[in-house]
């Protein structure tokens, strides 16, 4: 997940593995305190590397909190 302000920096970076796994919900958490007081977007992105592959990914239930 990268986050899109007055800079960009990615702030989440999952990699698979090559071979076939099942898909599962996870849960995870971003420190995103670098962005207070700015409009910001995220930007989430699914990708093959290369070769013929199935990629799937999906985001649910995303929650930005004042801590």
Do not use: H, I, K, Y
């Not at 990268?2 to 989440?12: A, F, Y």
């Not at 898909?23 to 007081?37: E, I, K, N, R």
């Not at 990708?47 to 239930?61: K, N, P, Q, R, Y």
């Amino acid at each position: 997940m990268r986050v899109l302000g007055s800079t960009t920096s990615t702030v989440l970076n999952v990699p698979g593995a090559a071979s076939n796994r099942n898909g599962a919900w996870a849960s995870t958490t971003v420190d995103l305190s670098a962005f207070a007081g700015q409009t910001v977007q995220l930007q989430v992105e699914a990708a093959v590397a290369s070769g013929a592959s199935l990629v799937e990914a999906g985001v649910d239930d995303v929650r930005v909190t004042r801590e």
